[in-house]
Structure formats: structure tokens, C-alpha cells
């Protein structure tokens, strides 16, 4: 709960984190292999 209330968590999933996720949705299987190898 913490961790999600930062705002710098917050910021980088805006900025860096949304980048990543959209780069792996253009594999067949990038998001759920990013999934699995980051849970």
C-alpha cells in the first residue's frame, strides 16, 4: 500500500512504466512473459 501511494512510483509508471508495457504488447507474448518474470 505504501509503495503505490509514492509518488515517484506513480510517476515512473506515467513515464517509464507505460513505455514498457506498451513495447511488450507488441510481442506475441511480451505482456504475459513481462508479467511472469516481474510477479
Known amino acids: 500500500m505504501l509503495t503505490a501511494l509514492n509518488p ?3 510517476i515512473w509508471w506515467l ?3 507505460t513505455k514498457l508495457v506498451m513495447d511488450s504488447m507488441q510481442l ?3 505482456l504475459p ?3 511472469a518474470l516481474h510477479v
Request: glycine content about 16%.
Open 33 to 35: 512473459l513481462m508479467y
Open 15 to 17: 513515464t517509464v512504466g
Open 8 to 10: 515517484y512510483f506513480i
Open 28 to 30: 506475441p507474448l511480451g
